[in-house]
């Protein structure tokens, strides 16, 4: 947990520059102290973002080590209300990037197992591809269920992984020619 106390700080400090940036800004009229203003805007803005992408990329490291670890939070999980509330965490880097992002399902679909690294497991899914598909592409994330199986995909229209990767590619994540 400190690399979170550590990370939280760090965002608080730069939301405070940038609050003390936009302050400065709109309260004096000198034309310098406007544009150091605007620079310290700029950078503060800069910080902020690297700080949410290192608490994301921070998570993203962890996560895998925390369920190999076997945290013991299997439950049930209502897979229909998860996929729900990811589109809906994913809709701003759809809308920013033009992509249409959407959801297929025919039949609700609820899993055992563990929530966290269900929902991990799709957000980074869902990451990806909204990440390499090309704007005014398409993204969906569709749920089918059957009597006996479940199946969660990522549906896009980016590039997809070149053949030469996806023989090599396997369950850890290792790259081709690691073990």
Known sequence: MKHKTIL?????LSATAVGGAYAA???????LAIANAKVSLTHAESLESMCERAQQLTEQLLSPAKTQAGTGDDSQIDVSSMARELIAECVPV????????????ATPLS????????HLIIRNALD???????PRGEV???????????VIEVIDN??????AERACSTRSGRPCGHS
Do not use: F, M, V
Request: proline share 5%; with cysteine.
């Open 8 to 12: 939280a700080a760090i965002a608080i």
């Open 158 to 163: 980016g590039p997809g992984i070149p053949d």
């Open 25 to 31: 800004k709109s309260a004096d009229n000198d034309a």
């Open 140 to 150: 969906t994330l569709r749920l089918c269920a059957s009597s006996d199986h479940a």
């Open 94 to 105: 759809a809308e920013a990037r033009q992509i249409d992002l959407g959801r297929e399902e």
């Open 128 to 134: 990806n591809a909204l990440k390499e598909t090309q």
């Open 111 to 118: 899993l055992y197992g563990s929530p966290h690294a269900l």
